[in-house]
Every structure is written in C-alpha cells, then in structure tokens.
T-cell receptor, first 114, second 111 residues
C-alpha cells in the first residue's frame, strides 16, 4: 500500500501551458505539503495544509495554486508554466501536532517545461 | 536565509569506510533533528532522528552525534556499503513549525 501517492510521475509540457499534480495520503495525517526539488537537489517547501487550511505559503509565484479538498488530498495546479518551473515536485504528509515531525514523501512528479 | 548548513556537498568513500556528514544550525528553538535518505528517482525517507536531550543515537550502522552547545549534529555511517549511495539531508524543526532542510550531501560508496 502506497502511503503517499502522487500522479503523474512525469509531465512534459510547453511553456505557457497549465498542469496539475495530484496527491493522496492514506496515513491518516492531518498535514500535507508540497516541496520543490531543483536540479541541485535542494528541497524547498512551497505550501502546507493542515486539515484543509493553508498554514504555510512560502514565496511562490501566484501561478502556483494548491487545493486541498479534504485532509487526505492536496493538489497543485500551475498556470502559465515557465522554464524555471522544471523540477521534481514532492508531496509529503505528517501528523503535525501529536506526531514526531516525521515527513512521509511521495515518489515525486518530474515536471519538464520545454 | 539558510537555517541549516550541511557539508560536504558530495562525499566519496570506499566500501567498509566511515561516511561523515555534518550540519550546523542557528535557531536554538529547534528540538528535532532528523536525517533523510533519498535514492535516485525516489522521495526522501526518514533514516534516523534525534532530540537534543541526548548526545548520540545509534541505529545499526547509522549514528547521529549531537552537540547542543556547538549547535552541530552529524551523521556517521559505519562500514559504508555501495547500497548506502544516496543523497542525505539533515533537517531541523522546533515545535509544530516547518521542517528546514540542509542542502544535501551526495554520498557515493565505491565497491
């Protein structure tokens, strides 16, 4: 059973297009995250939702819009894609307050913008 | 502002050797220090973690050493194996705040 699953695993698209990545966790966690990992492997947090409420919104362009329909799902929509958006996007979940802080990551969605 | 500084950026070790990765932090409110391991094409996964009330934690061949006064912690991998080749991230957080990651160390263990 996959704990944190995200789809699709690969996206290849042209500049200016819009794309979405979906994430689901079956761990019963109350908090979900989107991280961006660039070509240098640096992990940068983008957003975090706790029980469907946005709690972390780092300096991310408005073209990125997360949506959490329920606490088990967190989707990421990206408008007007740019070359610099090429990266691996990781979804993660944790139990924020009562947990030990451990993040569980999905396998990533590699976005390539041409 | 990078709150967790990790070094080295890359590390090459021979099989059977000891791999050592170091991290330093500034925020004294941090109270949880995990290490994550990431294999190519996979997401990071928790390897081992420590809280500041102990100076060392060992799990198998992996040991975290923690120096609260120096605000430093390190990962030691004993008897390093080719299967340990991966990118390692240190991280830190305080309370319910976000986890802050170091920039990662790419470890290569040669057979």
């Amino acid at each position: 059973d996959t704990a944190v699953s995200q789809t699709p695993k690969y996206l290849v698209t042209q500049m200016g297009n819009d794309k979405s990545i979906k994430c689901e966790q079956n761990l019963g966690h109350d908090t979900m995250y989107w991280y961006k990992q660039d070509s240098k492997k640096f992990l940068k947090i983008m957003f975090s939702y706790n029980n469907k409420e946005l709690i972390i919104n780092e300096t991310v362009p408005n073209r990125f819009s997360p949506k959490s329909p329920d606490k088990a799902h967190l989707n990421l929509h990206i408008n007007s894609l740019e070359l610099g958006d090429s990266a691996v996007y990781f979804c993660a979940s944790s139990q924020r307050v009562t947990g030990n802080g451990e993040l569980f990551f999905g396998e990533g969605s590699r976005l390539t913008v041409l | 502002q990078q709150q967790v500084k990790q070094s080295p950026q890359s590390l090459i070790v021979q099989k059977g050797g000891i791999s050592i990765i170091n991290c330093a932090y500034e925020n004294t409110a941090f109270d949880y220090f995990p290490w994550y391991q990431q294999f190519p094409g996979k997401g990071p996964a928790l390897l081992i973690a420590i809280r500041p009330d102990v100076s060392e934690k060992k799990e198998g061949r992996f040991t975290i050493s923690f120096n609260k006064s120096a605000k430093q912690f390190s990962l030691h991998i004993m008897d390093s194996q080719p299967g340990d080749s991966a990118t390692y991230f240190c991280a830190a957080k305080g309370g319910s705040e976000k986890l802050v990651f170091g920039k990662g160390t790419k470890l290569t263990v040669n057979p």
